[in-house]
């Protein structure tokens, strides 16, 4: 067969894959925002039957045998080219797939449809029992997955084997250490479990004397050691301001302004309300993020919302000409995840932020802002201080929650950890990194959506996140200059143009790790972070 004939086959027959899976998508935001409840079972059959659709076409055979053709061919001479990303990246999904049987990935899609409303109620009622044998099950389809994903050849009868032949196959992974890493590998692909066990341990090194040294200038500046009078509110906490009166609507108005001000089209996407705020990029032209509103909680939707804009501003920057390919997606959950943090923390957070959108904040809200300063209000954003739940945490101690996660997940999918001792392991390590001890579960481990949505691994790729957000913004404040003054005046069409070019529109060029060094000069690293945050904080508390 011709290369370009094979290669043109091989990209509609992955298109065809995307509008497939981005009608699951399609359906799971639905299921999350505006299915009646009775719609459950129902909504499991179709995700399940679209599930097999999808993993039936996405390990035919036939896409093995084109993407042989291609890879032999000169279109993959330049690796960095489209053709040679989309062949790189298409087998390697492709590998990936046929190891796992229809039936398990049928299985894994039902179970977690079924799976969510059962943690919602348990969420809801406090009840970890009732969740508890849903997340067994789960688990257990976990460690399928996972070891039919470390099997080093593909299923008999696949072509796949026709490519480990070749001169320009990519060197195989290597064999995966834990049970842990083939199921990371799909969502940070190239990270593994060990290295991420090292970076972390250096982080939370770092991190933990900072929080206790921060926390205490907080407490001691809240409760009245640096009061500036009328800003303090009744009952002393200067971020108590954030608890008082934001009507719901008028929150809405002010989050859609700050997003629509940061870049997010909302021709090309919406904003709707969720029990756990996600974003999820239908497809070109349709980019869905949600949000919670909490009537005395400024900090969750305002924050939530430009966090998830962060993510909509990728999936709208993703260039559309490349749809459905590797060519056209994000590189990782991490670096998606860079997105986010970097609006969220990196500019709505900051001192130049509010110096524009203050004023506004302060007529919108003006029963609750009139005697507040800007000084006070940068402040109470910024609180720090341990907490229980992980969306709420405030940037310093928020990696402190990923590392507990992570070190979870891993017990338990390796077995030492049973689900029925989840619990009262998460308490002891909350009490242990945090210091604070959850009063029952939907405090504890019923806090997140994504065991329930089978999303194993998933946790890490925050702190990447953040990682990765703190190397971005320091390049680009060096490359640009001058984004201080451009937020004070309501402006980050540099920024964002800047993330559009080295970021957005490279779609899966390369790998996270790679994108990071061609980017900044340096590999993934937590010292840029632990920099910001010292100078952020010592700025806002004293040294
Ligand atoms: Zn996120």
């Not at 992955?14 to 699951?24: G, I, N, Q």
């Not at 909509?312 to 995840?337: K, N, R, W």
């Not at 790679?514 to 904080?537: C, F, Q, V």
């Amino acid at each position: 067969m011709d290369p370009h004939e094979a290669y043109s086959e091989l990209i509609r027959r992955t298109r065809d894959l995307s509008y497939l899976a981005s009608t699951s998508s399609l359906l799971g935001w639905d299921e999350q925002t505006f299915m009646p409840e009775g719609g459950a079972f129902h909504r499991s059959a179709q995700m399940g039957l679209l599930a097999g659709l999808h993993h039936e076409r996405a390990t035919d055979p036939k896409l093995g045998e084109l993407l042989a053709v291609v890879e032999s061919s000169d279109l993959v001479a330049e690796p960095t080219s489209p053709a040679a990303v989309n062949a790189r990246e298409l087998r390697r999904s492709y590998n990936r797939r046929v190891r796992l049987p229809r039936t398990l990935v049928e299985d894994l899609a039902r179970t977690t449809s079924l799976a969510q409303p059962e943690w919602v109620a348990a969420r809801t009622t406090c009840d970890f029992v009732r969740f508890r044998p849903w997340l067994e099950k789960i688990i257990q389809l976990k460690r399928d997955e996972s070891a039919c994903l470390a099997t080093e050849t593909p299923i008999a009868g696949k072509p796949a084997e026709a490519h480990s032949s070749h001169k320009k196959a990519p060197a195989p992974a290597p064999p995966a250490r834990s049970p842990y890493d083939p199921l990371l590998d799909d969502y940070e692909p190239g990270a593994n479990s060990q290295e991420l066990a090292t970076l972390f341990h250096a982080l939370r090194s770092e991190l933990v004397p900072l929080v206790a040294t921060i926390s205490e200038r907080c407490r001691r500046l809240n409760h009245g050691g640096a009061s500036t009078g009328s800003n303090q509110p009744p009952g002393g906490a200067r971020s108590a301001i954030l608890t008082r009166f934001f009507p719901r609507a008028r929150q809405q108005v002010f989050g859609e302004a700050a997003a629509a001000a940061a870049g997010f089209d909302f021709k090309r996407g919406r904003l709707d309300v969720t029990a756990h705020p996600f974003c999820s990029g239908i497809g070109t032209g349709d980019c869905r993020i949600t949000t919670r509103y909490d009537e005395h909680n400024f900090s969750d939707a305002f924050f939530g919302i430009l966090h998830e804009v962060g993510h909509g501003l990728y999936e709208q920057g993703l260039d559309p000409e490349h749809y459905g390919t590797p060519m056209g997606e994000a590189v990782s959950l991490g670096i998606h995840e860079s997105q986010s943090r970097l609006w969220e923390n990196a500019v709505a957070r900051s001192r130049p932020f509010w110096t524009y959108w203050f004023p506004m904040a302060r007529r919108i809200f003006h029963e609750a802002l009139s005697d507040v300063s800007l000084d006070a209000f940068h402040t109470a954003v910024n609180h720090v201080g341990p907490s229980l739940i992980r969306v709420q945490a405030d940037e310093l101690t928020y990696n402190l929650h990923i590392i507990v996660r992570f070190e979870l997940e891993q017990a338990l999918l390796s077995g030492d950890l049973a689900v029925a001792d989840l619990p009262a392991a998460w308490n002891q390590k909350y009490e242990e990194v945090l210091g604070l001890k959850p009063g029952n579960d939907a405090e504890g481990c019923l806090q997140d959506i994504h065991w329930s949505a089978g999303l194993i691994g998933y946790f890490p790729t925050y702190t990447l996140g953040n990682l990765y957000a703190a190397q971005l913004f320091a390049k680009a404040e060096t490359e640009l200059g001058g984004l201080e003054e451009a937020f004070a005046h309501g402006d980050y069409e540099s920024l964002l143009a800047w993330l559009r070019q080295k970021v957005h529109c490279e779609g899966q060029r390369r790998r996270p790790a790679e994108l990071i060094e061609h980017i900044t000069g340096n590999k993934p690293d937590h010292r840029p972070l632990i920099a910001s945050l010292k100078r952020k904080y010592s700025e806002l508390y004293g040294t």
